[in-house]
């Protein structure tokens, strides 16, 4: 067991190195096809000077090989860096993932902020859509043909085919403008102002949910259907179990294993899959963060960003791999 | 090759043979039918998923057709109108996004656009992103599949491994930044302009995808390789290049088509979305992403410039999901429940 969840770190540590390593050489490669220098999509101008530019081509290591620039990279995200726009000097204290000097923040101060927004709205989504989906798939599972299950299944096919930017905008119209239930709430902290933070985020919860649920929904149904037709099953009905235990204690148990594998993925993943819902509801997260970064040509905000989407996804994948290990006695730990 | 009829098909045949049995009729009755064949005759029977099919037709239709139709219209979807829009609050005059007997869907805010000739024109933006996307991961996956499952050993290994890495990227992410990281260079290999976009954003939605078919693939080569007449085929001394287009592939088909077609609305939603978040489509290219992000602005006023891309959007990703469930049904009959 321990041999294996080493093995897995190990493993996951690798898939970092090589992601961070595309993604920085991507980024460091961009600019050299555009023609500019990289200084511009560090600090914003290019100084007028052609000794200034070289001198701060020199201080962020521009002139340096590629393989010495990505251990700079990697240096200053575990011990930090001093960095200067040649006007003003700040220290980036690790874990640095780069210095905003459009914004004059750090990057890591940046995410902070964001961060709680992305937080509460992929958390709040995440139970609605967890919750929902598993009921209406594991009923329509369990009566297969019936008409909630035809019902519940069309729905789930509409939500799919329904992207957020539609329905958010058709939530935000119906239940802010023309029913004035919520009349133009800004997001606020959770422990500033709960009531004001419900408000904020009950739309864009709802959208979100809507499409997840709606796959989770149909997932939950397909496992629901293979597993009530197991031997195990016949078996503890003619053990004369009553049927609430087969479904419940033999039934959903087994159902439930592959999507709590695809849960803890698409966890991983919410820094993208909230991109759109932060655009539309404008929340102030980690996607709307990036979509910032991107207006304005500020790379450290955009490489950053991606980086610590890397690390979510691979920390969350490691969960899974290892969780399931625990969980499901059939894994072998090969 | 031929296979048996299954029971219900046999009871379908004798009744199409019915009262007036014997003469031509009843030889068709006990005629071998291909999989293909019986595949159509199961979708054939399947309403919903013929109605999908039917507008995935008549949308295809409207792309290709979309310069010759906005000219019956007499409409052109770039031609700026601003007398149509109010110039202080820059919304269309007139009620429903200003529709008429000339603009049935209205026009644009600002600039007074005609909203159905652009709806037209952004379905051929969404078909051939979705199209060309999908048929990139086709290539990619089925290559990379055929290999790992047919070689085995280093290669598959490694191919899988690739797949793997590719599947713990951050895709969406990844894609935005790279898609970012496009729109400031100016040109790539000597393209540039609407044509690098295009090429950057099937390559982001394409290569991304493949990973997924190239899985499916692998599993199906896997397990169909152990199978009687690839061995025959071989132990007759046929090559590996004849075994695996010859013998394995066409058992491909059926599986690469229904992930083809519920592949293509997903590039869809993904080149909608990319455009709405305005890393995809610049003007003048027409996207129903792009016209949904500049429909933020009016919404809450009319919002006929919202619901018209909007449903397009709907209509055309529900009608491809509809067929797609459709034909995974009918060329696996096992799958339907």
Redesign the interface.
Same mark, same amino acid.
Do not use: E, K, W
């Given at each position: 067991m321990i041999r294996y969840i080493i093995r897995r770190v190990m493993g996951a540590v690798l898939?970092l190195v090589?992601?961070s390593f595309v993604?920085f050489l991507? $980024?460091q490669l961009? +600019?050299a096809?555009?023609?500019?220098s990289p200084v511009y999509?560090y600090v914003g101008k290019i100084p007028p000077s052609p000794g200034g530019l070289k001198l701060l081509e020199h201080r962020f290591g521009f002139d340096l090989p590629w393989y010495d620039q990505y251990w700079h990279y990697l240096r200053s995200i575990f011990f930090g860096q001093t960095v200067s726009d040649g006007d003003t000097t700040t220290h980036c204290g690790a874990p640095c993932l780069g210095y905003s000097f459009r914004l004059n923040s750090s990057v890591d101060s940046l995410i902070l902020q964001a961060l709680p927004v992305s937080l509460s709205l992929a958390g709040g989504a995440a139970v609605l859509w967890l919750v929902g989906g598993v009921l209406v798939g594991t009923v329509s599972g369990l009566r297969?043909?019936s008409f909630f299950d035809r019902a519940g299944m069309t729905g789930a096919?509409?939500a799919?085919?329904?992207?957020i $930017?539609?329905t958010g +905008?058709?939530l935000?119209?119906i239940f802010e403008?023309k029913l004035k239930w919520l009349s133009n709430p800004s997001y606020s902290g959770i422990t500033q102002d709960p009531l004001q933070w419900f408000k904020s985020l009950i739309l864009p919860w709802f959208a979100l949910a809507f499409l997840f649920a709606a796959l989770y929904a149909r997932l939950t149904r397909a496992n629901m259907?293979d597993t009530m037709g197991e031997d195990f099953i016949r078996t503890a009905r003619a053990k004369g179990l009553p049927r609430r235990t087969v479904v419940i204690k033999h039934g959903l148990r087994a159902a439930l294993t592959p999507i709590v594998t695809i849960f803890g993925i698409d966890l991983g993943?919410l820094?993208?899959?909230t991109?759109?819902t932060e655009?539309v509801f404008n929340l102030h997260g980690l996607g709307l963060l990036?979509?910032t970064g991107?207006?304005q040509?500020d790379l450290p905000i955009?490489?950053g960003?991606?980086i610590l989407?890397?690390v979510?996804?691979?920390v969350a994948?490691l969960i899974v791999d290892i969780l399931y290990a625990v969980v499901d006695p059939r894994v072998s730990y090969g | 090759m031929s296979i048996s009829l299954s029971p219900s098909e046999l009871e379908v045949a004798a009744d199409s043979v019915g009262p007036d049995a014997g003469g031509p009729g009843a030889e068709k009755a006990i005629e071998g039918r291909s999989l293909g064949q019986l595949a159509w005759r199961r979708l054939k029977h399947d309403k919903v998923a013929m109605a999908g099919g039917v507008v995935v037709l008549l949308i295809i239709l409207v792309a290709i057709f979309a310069p010759l139709l906005t000219d019956w219209l007499g409409q052109k979807p770039n031609t700026i109108d601003y007398n149509l829009t109010d110039p202080s609050t820059q919304l269309p005059m007139g009620s429903f996004g200003g529709a008429s007997g000339k603009h049935w869907l209205g026009v644009t805010p600002v600039l007074g656009q005609d909203v159905l000739a652009q709806l037209m024109y952004g379905a051929r933006t969404s078909l051939i992103i979705g199209f060309a996307a999908t048929l990139l991961s086709l290539v990619f996956g089925v290559s990379a599949g055929l290999a790992a499952g047919y070689f085995r050993g280093w290669a598959d290994s490694f191919l899988s491994r690739i797949m793997d890495?590719l599947l713990?990227?951050?895709?969406?992410?990844?894609s935005?930044?790279?898609l970012?990281?496009?729109s400031?260079?100016?040109s790539?290999l000597g393209v540039s302009g609407t044509p690098l976009r295009y090429a950057v954003i099937i390559f982001v939605l394409g290569f991304f995808g493949f990973p997924y078919i190239g899985r499916i693939v692998r599993g199906q080569v896997l397990s169909l390789r152990e199978k009687e007449f690839v061995e025959a085929a071989r132990s007759l001394g046929a090559s590996n290049f004849r075994i695996m287009s010859k013998e394995i592939a066409p058992n491909l088909i059926g599986p690469i088509l229904v992930y083809a077609t519920l592949t293509i609305?997903n590039y869809i939603?993904g080149e909608?979305?990319l455009s709405?978040?305005?890393?995809g489509f610049q003007p003048p290219t027409i996207s129903w992403?792009s016209m949904?992000?500049d429909?933020?602005n009016y919404?809450?006023i009319d919002?006929m410039y919202?619901i018209a891309p909007?449903m397009a959007?709907?209509i055309t990703?529900?009608a491809f999901?509809?067929f797609g469930?459709g034909l995974r049904d009918a060329l696996d009959p096992r799958s339907r429940?």
């Open positions: 898939v090589a992601v993604t991507l $980024f961009a +600019p096809l555009a023609h500019r999509y297969p043909g096919l509409t799919v085919s329904l992207p $930017f539609f +905008p058709l935000l119209l403008y259907l993943t820094i993208g899959t991109v759109i655009t990036l979509i991107i207006r040509q955009i490489l960003v991606t989407a890397a979510a996804l691979v994948n | 890495l713990s990227f951050p895709v969406l992410l990844f935005i930044a790279l970012a990281v496009f400031i260079i100016p790539f609305p939603l909608a979305g709405y978040i305005g890393v992403g949904l992000n429909a933020g919404f809450q919002p919202l909007g959007l709907f990703v529900l999901n509809l469930d429940r």
